[in-house]
């Protein structure tokens, strides 16, 4: 494909320019010829000899290389200011349409939604380019996964989801719904009851903060916080849903802050369209199981959740179904006000039964009529100052050489000292000149052209007790993991962002997403690990995950590059040896391991428990960086080893080694050539710096015609 130029009248100017300041330099050089040149006798023989005629064939050689140079040089140097681009249509089918699974996973409800979540994993099967996002709730909503359009980390949650909704189901007929007391169930089934009730209270640790002073189901606050959980709220109109699934039955002991009707007529204002999924009656059946998550009971009571009222497990009188006082007419009105709500967005409502499938669903949201922004279908220009930056290297070398040939022939002390001066001062702009052009630097602008999201970055963040270190430059370790992550998110707009954390084990946090504030919330709640519970670290720990990960994204599409940062002390505690990533190396196009703490090492604060202890001395423990371990790893992964802790300044920018690292990546991203609007992009500026190398040439021009040469 031919190449465009941006500012195709800096060529042409630049030429006439050149041409202009050439000319003036020849007159001024015939004028200032005074008298006649020198005539010298018997010269002829002095022109037959044959050291002259390779001296005079040597300095025509060269003077046709450095007029080769000077002409290449400045060529270049026009091409590259004028920018040159090479556009290309662009579709973008992942922004099509934004859709949130709204689920609400209180007692009261579960019967309905176990069957649903297999017809979920359908709806996300089914879908094409779109992006998926599921939020949990009870008391309080939870973003179980942010909006992404990795279908396969949806459906391993969706998988957990249906894990978790199954021990809900054992757990309350097995022991809620039979036993009165914690007691009274048989020694042969306390482990089951023990195992069933630590799965559903570290499931329920989001959902039911504070349900003993607020309540349970608090179905309008959390629609409202769904909502609100859509990237780009405000900002960008397109296509967004909401698949609500809930019986609409809150137990609240206030007032909610936003009821349910004021939530659907937000999501009205905010173009959301609500699909509402009633899960029916047959939750009535759930006996004393309470409008709250399951959890453990008292000593002497029954296994109860947090809903119930009273601990008898004979169900109390509290309105929840089941009990005496919500009865059919309360189902139904529940229903109805549900129906209103949903209808009220220009969504639809279903009762779920077995008739209910994924494909109805599906159909029924994309009949929606698809909004096409401007991140959706767009022609790209992509930069391509490479060719002309090669052959103004080219050009430039002859200039540098030439000119040292003259220099070296005539002899460093003879001439004209000024004349020396002048051609090392401009040599030494010109080299900084092409240094400049080709780092490629960019800016902030609100109105630059924005970058499309074909690149996929993987956090990988160790977040073992050592990354507390204090000896990150006053701070500790993970602090300064935290200020490189937003960076290095800010350096790369409109990319797709993954965070993997591991220490004793590793956990998947979120999937390559758009969902910035979902990022920002993750690295906001990175906590130390449990101290009784920590068995040492190792850097092993994170291969699986990061594996995952990387197969996850290949699946993404051909154009997209799979970017890895390594966030790491590289310390191994538990004795085990470090592996080879070298497997992972092929899946990855760039990235870098980023190194934290000093050799001297530093101490660990534990909330609550002091400085970390060395159990064999008894004195503060010092944790200290492996770069051997930290290397070993970017060489496995065919990446960058970058030293941050030595790297950092009073500035607070970004050093130089991983600054330059970042302009590569950006290089490895298409452009889109549409406004970036109200959100903040990136603009080229080389070709400024391209302009000025040019003027340099013209000088240098100027005075090789006038003097002959500029040295």
Not at 26 to 39: A, D, F, I
Not at 287 to 309: H, I, K, L, N
Not at 493 to 516: H, K, N, W
Request: with cysteine; charged share 20%.
């Amino acid at each position: 494909m031919v190449l465009s130029y941006h500012y195709p009248l800096r060529i042409l100017l630049g030429i006439i320019i050149a041409a202009a300041v050439a000319a003036v330099a020849y007159y001024l050089k015939k004028r200032n010829k005074k008298g006649k040149p020198l005539r010298v006798a018997n010269s002829a023989r002095l022109k037959s000899h044959p050291l002259y005629k390779k001296a005079l064939m040597q300095s025509r050689v060269f003077r046709i290389l450095s007029t080769a140079g000077i002409i290449l040089s400045l060529t270049a140097a026009l091409f590259l200011s004028a920018r040159p681009y090479r556009r290309s249509a662009f579709k973008e089918n992942v922004n099509r349409r934004d859709i949130f699974l709204c689920i609400d996973l209180s007692p009261s409800n579960y019967r309905g939604v176990k069957d649903l979540v297999n017809e979920f994993s359908h709806v996300v099967e089914g879908l094409d380019g779109d992006r998926i996002g599921i939020s949990v709730f009870n008391t309080s909503s939870v973003r179980y996964v942010p909006m992404t359009d990795d279908y396969d980390f949806a459906l391993e949650r969706l998988e957990a989801l249906a894990g978790y909704l199954a021990a809900e189901e054992e757990f309350t007929t097995k022991y809620v719904d039979r036993y009165d007391s914690v007691y009274d169930i048989p020694a042969s089934e306390r482990d089951r009851y023990t195992e069933l009730n630590n799965i559903l209270s570290t499931f329920d640790k989001g959902t039911t903060a504070g349900y003993e002073v607020k309540g349970t189901s608090a179905v309008g606050e959390s629609l409202a916080s769904c909502l609100f959980s859509f990237p780009e709220l405000s900002k960008e109109e397109r296509t967004r849903a909401i698949i609500l699934v809930t019986d609409n039955h809150e137990e609240l002991f206030d007032d909610p802050l936003v009821t349910l009707e004021e939530s659907a007529q937000m999501c009205a204002q905010n173009k959301v369209t609500v699909f509402g999924i009633y899960p029916g009656d047959s939750q009535a059946s759930a006996g004393s199981a309470a409008d709250g998550q399951s959890g453990s009971g008292v000593d002497g009571e029954a296994p109860s959740s947090p809903g119930q009222t009273g601990g008898s497990g004979q169900g109390s009188n509290d309105g929840s179904p089941g009990s005496a006082s919500y009865s059919a007419s309360d189902s139904a009105s529940d229903r109805n006000r549900m129906k209103e709500s949903v209808e009220l967005t220009g969504g639809k409502f279903y009762d779920a039964g077995s008739s209910l499938t994924a494909k109805e669903i599906l159909e029924d949201i994309r009949s929606q009529e698809i909004i096409n922004t401007d991140t959706a279908t767009a022609s790209v220009d992509t930069d391509m100052p490479f060719f002309w930056f090669c052959v103004l290297i080219i050009g430039f070398v002859l200039i540098v050489a030439t000119t040292l040939y003259f220099v070296l022939r005539r002899g460093i002390r003879r001439g004209l000292l000024s004349r020396k001066l002048t051609a090392a001062i401009l040599l030494v702009l010109m080299t900084a000149g092409i240094v400049v052009i080709g780092i490629r630097p960019m800016y902030l602008s609100p109105s630059a052209e924005l970058m499309t999201d074909n690149l996929d970055v993987a956090f990988v963040v160790d977040t073992t007790i050592s990354m507390w270190a204090e000896d990150h430059g006053g701070e500790t370790r993970i602090d300064g993991v935290k200020r490189d992550i937003y960076r290095i998110m800010n350096s790369l707009p409109g990319s797709s962002f993954s965070v993997i954390r591991f220490a004793d084990g590793a956990e998947i946090l979120t999937p390559f997403t758009q969902d910035i504030d979902s990022i920002y919330d993750i690295l906001n709640n990175l906590n130390m690990p449990g101290y009784s519970t920590a068995q040492g670290s190792s850097l092993n720990t994170a291969y699986d995950a990061l594996q995952t990960m990387l197969t996850n994204a290949g699946t993404r599409g051909r154009d997209r590059r799979t970017i890895v940062f390594v966030f790491s002390d590289g310390e191994t505690t538990d004795g085990s040896e470090l592996m080879s990533f070298s497997s992972l190396g092929g899946m990855i196009h760039e990235g870098a391991v980023l190194g934290y703490g000093t050799e001297k090492g530093g101490k660990m604060y534990y909330p609550g428990r002091g400085y970390v202890k060395n159990v064999s001395t008894g004195e503060a423990a010092r944790s200290v960086i492996d770069e051997d371990a930290l290397r070993q790893i970017a060489s496995d992964l065919g990446i960058q080893y970058i030293n941050e802790t030595e790297s950092l300044n009073s500035s607070g920018q970004l050093n130089f080694a991983l600054s330059s690292k970042l302009q590569s990546i950006r290089m490895l991203s298409t452009r889109a050539s549409f406004q970036a609007g109200n959100r903040t992009g990136y603009n080229e500026t080389y070709h400024y710096f391209s302009a000025a190398t040019a003027l340099l040439l013209i000088i240098w021009i100027s005075l090789t015609v006038y003097r002959g040469n500029v040295a």
